[in-house]
């Protein structure tokens, strides 16, 4: 077995007192796979740049093979005043690289090599900086966000040219359908300390949550331990004085662990608010058409979008995504052709730029508007505190400014200021930036049940798939199809599917989809060839089950909130230590049942809800 090419061992670091990695470990061998993953805020970044050797840890051993070649992306590229992008990428190339090579990525990338790096957009800037970490096919290549300002077609070659890469790879990225491709294992960063799963990115989430279901039942036994040695020490009887101190001990040492253990970061909790229901019909276009400088960007485009319907725009940078958007929501005016809006429409956009948000505003004011402390949440006032809270704020971040917020922070304050306002239509421009996989999964799973309408715009292509019911895309850059755009039927994989051959033109024979695709309706999942209707039903004893269990689970709730109580008195077991047993007894009965029955209906309603689509 070869030797680790790079070992992080033990790895502690503090910022500002707190605590970021406490144990973190990894180990790079030739050839590795690794997907980094973590919520926001893990110290994912902050252990790549250790690995990288950029940042020296408190404690710990980085160990390197000598002669060993690393290069890490970072997500904001230094340029260092290099003159030209071609000067910046051969800039990073070893003595015995292929020079060529240089040109060949920036070429490859859209870039011809001459660009001034200081007048780069943040996607240009991206691609410079990939093809500088590509150029020399190091021995390890550490990637942080390297999907971040890419549009698809790039996102689709940079996954088949790391796949040809010799190099090992570790990579975090928030774009599911990337690390699935590529990852062969993954390295988990939670509350400081590293787990590993010799698998890829697909298994991930199933793991992490039986680690996290194991946790909490280590966390329930040790709090009955502690309850048993606390009833000990209130009534037990006295012993030898020496056992007793002992036994005080054991009890302070359990306390001290349960003081100790982390617990895992809460789960932002998004609810739209909803206005009433729009007409039937939301958007209608005819023959659009709109042009700049004589190029057309959209050329004789019509649909229809109706009540419900979640509709993606995908396409390479400059193909006229932003500008097909706002000729659908009546925002421009196009050059010929007509567009008609439904009647009692609420919109609600949310730009990637986020240029909606102050950078001097407080997160206070931008939530409230700088006016008072209340945020009104379907027509509900709610302190702008509790508000914070739902996604994932601290009170202390209260006075916090915008420009202080990490990319992530601002991604969840556009969506707590655009979901708190009254829509039944929801405009997105690449709503997922910074997101972590948690906040990925509530968003989606908020848009699958959005009663309104839905135009989204994006580049996550695991999302679309989970979201949309059906896809816009060019049908060709070249100058004689330039602006026909063409609606497809169910999600990104079913485009590529119909199309034969992905954005960038390669052939493909269809992307495999997510198990259960949440957002296809079943209208626009029949018109998909590759779907097959399942002819699975309910059988009558799991229909009566979903009926009656929800009644139980509400009895059982209310008993167990019964016993808990009656425990809870403070004379209850001097009075009667036989009875307080056997309540504590029926308590641990009523739980069992009650997860028991919570378990059952949840298994039955997903069930459902697979068979109904």
């Known amino acids: 077995m070869a030797a680790p090419l790079l070992t992080l061992q033990n790895i502690q670091l503090t910022f500002g007192g707190t605590p970021l990695l406490t144990s973190a470990d990894l180990t790079v061998e030739p050839g590795d796979r690794l997907c980094l993953v973590g919520r926001n805020g893990s110290g994912k970044s902050t252990l790549l740049k250790i690995a990288a050797g950029f940042i020296e840890a408190d404690r710990g051993e980085r160990v390197a093979q000598s002669g060993v070649t690393i290069r890490y992306l970072p997500q904001e590229p230094d340029f260092g005043g290099a003159p030209t992008t071609l000067a910046y990428v051969e800039a990073g190339l070893g003595p015995a690289d292929d020079a060529y090579r240089a040109q060949y990525l920036l070429n490859a990338l859209g870039l011809t090599g001459t660009e001034d790096p200081a007048t780069l957009s943040g996607g240009e800037a991206r691609r410079a900086a990939l093809a500088r970490v590509l150029a020399p096919s190091p021995d390890i290549l550490l990637l942080d966000e390297p999907t971040n300002h890419l549009d698809l077609p790039v996102i689709e070659w940079l996954d088949s040219e790391l796949s040809a890469m010799r190099s090992a790879i570790v990579i975090i990225s928030h774009d599911r359908r990337f690390l699935t491709n590529l990852s062969k294992a993954t390295v988990w960063l939670d509350r400081g300390l590293t787990r590993r799963i010799d698998r890829g990115f697909s298994h991930f989430e199933a793991w992490r949550d039986e680690v996290l279901e194991q946790e909490e039942r280590d966390r329930e036994r040790l709090d009955k331990k502690i309850a048993m040695e606390l009833e000990w020490v209130r009534y037990g009887v006295t012993a030898r004085r020496k056992r ?72 390479p940078n400059g193909a006229g995504k932003t500008t097909l958007l706002a ?22 956009s949310l730009d990637q730029k986020r240029s909606a948000l102050d950078p001097s505003w407080t997160l206070t004011e931008a939530l409230t508007g700088g006016r008072g402390d209340t945020v009104f949440v379907n027509g509900q006032p709610k302190h702008v505190i509790s508000y914070m809270k739902d996604f994932l704020f601290t009170p202390e971040q209260a006075r916090t400014p915008v420009h202080a917020l990490s990319g992530g922070e601002r ?87 119909q199309r034969g051959q992905d954005l960038g033109g390669r052939p493909r024979m269809g992307e495999k989809k997510p198990a259960a695709t949440i957002g296809l309706r079943p209208e626009k999942a029949a018109s998909t060839p590759q779907q097959v209707p399942s002819k699975r039903r309910l059988s009558p ?73």
């Open 244 to 315: 007793n101190m002992g036994r005080l001990r054991g009890l302070e040492e359990l306390r001290q662990k349960r003081a100790e253990q982390r617990r895992v970061q809460g789960v932002a909790r998004m609810a739209a608010s909803e206005a009433e229901a729009s007409g039937k019909l939301v958007i209608e276009a005819k023959d659009l058409s709109k042009s700049f400088d004589g190029v057309p960007i959209v050329r004789e485009f019509s649909i229809r979008i109706g009540r419900g319907d979640r509709v993606g725009i995908v396409g």
């Open 327 to 348: 000729l659908l929501t009546g925002i421009m005016a196009p050059d010929s052709g007509t567009i008609r809006l439904g009647t009692n429409l609420e919109m609600v």
């Open 411 to 497: 991604g969840r304050l556009m969506l707590a200021r655009a979901l708190a306002q009254p829509s039944n239509l929801l405009v997105l421009d690449e709503p997922t930036n910074d997101l972590d996989l948690e906040t990925l999964d509530l968003l989606e799973e908020l848009l699958s049940t959005y009663e309104g309408t839905v135009l989204l715009v994006s580049h996550d292509r695991d999302f679309l798939d989970r979201v949309v019911t059906s896809v816009i895309t060019p049908e060709s850059l070249n100058e004689v199809k330039r602006g026909r755009w063409i609606e497809y039927a169910g999600g990104y994989s079913d485009m590529i599917a």
């Open 541 to 613: 004893k799991e229909q009566h089950n979903l009926k009656v269990l929800p009644g139980r689970i509400e009895a059982l709730q209310g008993e167990v909130a019964m016993l808990q109580a009656k425990l809870a008195s403070a004379d209850f077991y001097a009075k009667d230590a036989g009875g307080f047993a056997a309540t504590a007894q029926a308590l641990e009965k009523a739980q069992v049942a009650l997860a028991e029955a919570e378990e059952a209906w949840l298994e039955l309603e997903i069930l459902r809800e697979e068979i109904e689509g």
